[in-house]
């Protein structure tokens, strides 16, 4: 099977990826941080009480953070992604990347 083939018959569900790692929209970017870094993860799922609320990576902490020079202290529903684009497990993966490389995303929940 070739990479086309495999993009299109494969679903979300059929490939292996990560847990996913969360933290409560309430708890400081300096907390969150500290997660990703134990974590080793480039993204975290916000959530209220284990609701998904939205999403906060890398890039968030780049140019709502530390670019602007914002306190650590403020809490991460302030800088997080809220517009989530999420993935179900019976979607082909061919259609998740798509999205990504449209919307110039990396990362995506599955739900």
């Not at 979300?12 to 974590?39: K, L």
């Not at 902490?61 to 306190?71: A, D, E, Q």
């Amino acid at each position: 099977m070739d990479l086309r083939d495999y993009l299109i018959r494969t679903s979300v569900a059929q490939i292996e990826y990560g847990r996913s790692a969360t933290v409560d929209e309430d708890a400081t970017v300096r907390q969150a941080i500290g997660v990703m870094q134990e974590r080793k993860v480039g993204c975290l799922l916000a959530t209220r009480g284990g609701i998904l609320r939205g999403i906060l990576t890398e890039r968030d902490l780049i140019r709502k953070v530390f670019g602007p020079r914002r306190s650590l202290d403020i809490p991460v529903y302030e800088v997080m992604t809220r517009r989530l684009v999420v993935a179900g497990p019976t979607e082909p993966l061919y259609s998740v990347l798509s999205r990504m490389y449209c919307g110039g995303f990396r990362h995506v929940p599955v739900v």
